[in-house]
């Protein structure tokens, strides 16, 4: 999966001259925490919501509130916006822009074809494939499963859901109690929770967890 398919095509963005009251405005307008900032087409920094809230005219101490506010209005995104801004081209893996917003701490980065922004990645999007992963959506049996960290392991689980009727829709592999196993989760659907973990439970080490997931529930309804 490439940030291409699971990007925000639809870009808000301000100019360096744009007022930082203005910049607030559409933040709220369009629900975005970050604006790309571009000069004549092209990108020159990001500002963030908690830049524009903590921004503040200096020196500001001897203000009063109208005085504040006056000259709050004459501050410019230009003014405080960062420059050095990390993107990620639209055909970098999905993983690597969630380990850069990870390593650096950052909710989102423009995304790149060439010298032209085309899309923004941001946590909102990660957690939607995060979603997708785990079929979050969809109705099913949840399993989690401990396996030996061996050739042919995951065939033999995946196998064996199939040979049951079992279809799995989602999953995922993770790190388990050590470096000698793994943990398995996917979520099933089509067969009964009890078939599953009667089926399951003599090929694995552990049965972690396995539970029957309510759409309905989840959503609150």
Same mark, same amino acid.
Not at 88 to 116: F, Q, S
Not at 125 to 151: H, K
């Given at each position: 999966?490439? =940030? @291409?398919?699971? !990007? $925000?095509?639809? /870009?808000?963005? %301000?100019?360096?001259? +744009? #007022? &930082?009251?203005? *910049?607030?405005?559409?933040?709220?307008?369009?629900?975005?925490?970050?604006?790309?900032?571009?000069?004549?087409?092209?990108?020159?920094?990001?500002?963030?919501?908690?830049?524009?809230?903590?921004?503040?005219?200096?020196?500001?101490?001897?203000?009063?509130?109208?005085?504040?506010?006056?000259?709050?209005?004459?501050?410019? =995104? @230009?003014?405080? !916006? $960062?420059?050095? /801004?990390?993107? %990620?081209?639209?055909? +970098? #893996? &999905?993983?690597? *822009?969630?380990?850069?917003?990870?390593?650096?701490?950052?909710?989102?980065?423009?995304?790149?074809?060439?010298?032209?922004?085309?899309?923004?990645?941001?946590?909102?999007?990660?957690?939607?494939?995060?979603?997708?992963?785990?079929?979050?959506?969809?109705?099913?049996?949840?399993?989690?499963?401990?396996?030996?960290?061996?050739? @042919?392991?995951?065939?033999?689980?995946?196998?064996?859901?199939?040979?049951?009727?079992?279809? &799995?829709?989602?999953?995922?592999?993770?790190?388990?109690?050590?470096?000698?196993?793994?943990?398995?989760?996917?979520?099933?659907?089509?067969?009964?929770?009890?078939?599953?973990?009667?089926?399951?439970?003599?090929?694995?080490?552990?049965?972690?967890?396995?539970?029957?997931?309510?759409?309905?529930?989840?959503?609150?309804?």
């Amino acid at each position: 999966m490439l =940030i @291409g398919t699971r !990007m $925000s095509h639809s /870009v808000v963005f %301000v100019a360096p001259e +744009t #007022p &930082i009251t203005d *910049a607030l405005n559409l933040m709220k307008s369009e629900r975005v925490r970050r604006l790309p900032v571009l000069k004549r087409g092209k990108l020159v920094g990001i500002v963030s919501d908690k830049e524009l809230l903590n921004a503040s005219p200096a020196p500001a101490a001897s203000l009063n509130v109208w005085e504040l506010t006056y000259l709050l209005g004459k501050l410019t =995104i @230009g003014e405080i !916006m $960062s420059r050095d /801004v990390l993107t %990620v081209a639209e055909d +970098t #893996p &999905i993983e690597e *822009a969630a380990r850069i917003m990870a390593d650096y701490k950052i909710g989102g980065m423009p995304v790149m074809r060439g010298d032209e922004i085309v899309g923004m990645i941001t946590e909102t999007d990660l957690f939607r494939v995060f979603l997708e992963m785990f079929g979050a959506r969809q109705r099913g049996i949840r399993l989690t499963v401990l396996v030996p960290e061996q050739p @042919g392991q995951l065939a033999l689980l995946t196998q064996a859901i199939a040979s049951i009727g079992g279809n &799995i829709i989602a999953l995922g592999t993770f790190a388990g109690e050590h470096p000698g196993n793994s943990l398995v989760t996917c979520k099933i659907e089509g067969v009964e929770l009890e078939r599953v973990r009667s089926q399951i439970e003599p090929l694995v080490e552990r049965l972690v967890d396995i539970r029957e997931t309510d759409l309905q529930r989840a959503q609150g309804s």
